[in-house]
């Protein structure tokens, strides 16, 4: 019988719900080998399942001579089922151990893996990615991961809250968003196509019929540069509101980082301990930068560095300013480097928008939009954009669009920040970059 749906290796318990007081009782349990000792006549194996780990001890003389030939085939990584006493030992990790009166083995580790498990940093990154499945067993990823399902689900949580709908709108898209450069075109029947950089223009639509959607979903970049914080793909998770302007998202949005880190301080207690984080309460409200003000405050630090620049990390991370050391926003960005929706302030020079900042990261931009389609179609023109393109876009604003405003936030930003994580690469479980399209 195959082994996988054999009853008799049906596991009872899982390791978190084992303790000391079901010291004599017999349990099976099911995981892999996470580590071997050898301590003269005894092996004691650490088996890991999805909640935890359980110290085992095999010792010579102790176990059925039935085993004898099966002892070999254990190794690090290798699936195993395991029939045993449980033992209160003092000196287990947990308090417990299992002594086994069976054991099987489920599956073979036939080859030495190069990741070294209890490892936090571990080997080079390209080794731990090229057998990343592997690599997601070290406590450190499980950690991480841990957190990160967290956020989507206190995100979902908290949208819901707020009177959000979640949609899904397509990925495959026919023009630009946020302009072309970073756009991968694909073959789609007989037409080119693209995969899409942000979910823009349908959150904006939608507005007319949900009033409030969000929408947490893949976004595609042709990033030509390689840095430690951008993705071909990436996760974004955006929002888009009615009769609603960038005040009231940047609210939203204080009030969602709060709760996010509420849930995971509360959550994923043992996730942080173990990667060493105490998250501070971010300070509330967040502080705001208004561009312009940035701008001089650079100048002033000796920065060359125009009204009409972007603001780049470098150049933010040679400030030394407390309060950026936290979340912050900042705000009222010129219009020309801002995309075509974004909604002009009275002055024309200057936008309704944000990016909200952790130290010297970016995690989001949000604005309030041009709700007007004479308006829309005069950016879009400033811009080069050839507005036949958005034709599908541009006759739904003759039917009475809401105000509205919104946000897209990178998930993967917002783990870095939360987890001190330096390469976005880590936040994800198969990373896709200029140089990386496998596993
Ligand atoms: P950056 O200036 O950092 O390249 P951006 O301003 O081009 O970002 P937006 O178009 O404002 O990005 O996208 C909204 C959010 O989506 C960003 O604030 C960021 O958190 C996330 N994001 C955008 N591009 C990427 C990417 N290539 N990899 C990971 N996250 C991204
Ligand atoms: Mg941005």
Redesign the pocket.
Known sequence: MDSSTDQTWKRTHYSKNIDTSMNGKGVIIVGWISSIREHSNIKFLTINDRFGNIQVILKKNEYPTSLTSEIPKISEHASIAIKGKVRSEPKAPNGIEIIPVDFKILSLANKKSPIVIQSRKGVGIDTRLDLRAIDLRRPYLQSIFSIRYTLLNSCREFLRKEGFIEVNTPKIISTAT?GGA?LFPIFYYDREAFLT??PQLYKEQLTMAFENVFEIGP?F?A?PSRTN????E?T?IDIEKAYADYNDIMEILERMIHFLWDEVKDKNKLHLKYLKIELPDPSFPFRRYRYSDLIEKLQNAGESIDWGD?ISQQKLRNLDDNDMKNFYFIIDWPTSIK?FYVKPKSTGTECESF??MYRNL????GSTRIHDKQELIERMKKQGLNTDAFDFHLKVFDYGMPPHAG????L???MMSMCNVDN?RDVVLFPRDIDRLSP
């Open positions: 946020e970073t950089q942000s976004i970049r990033e914080r951008h993705l071909s990436a974004s972007d995309p990016d909200l970016e995690l989001s931009s946000f897209g936030l990178g993967e930003r917002l976005i």
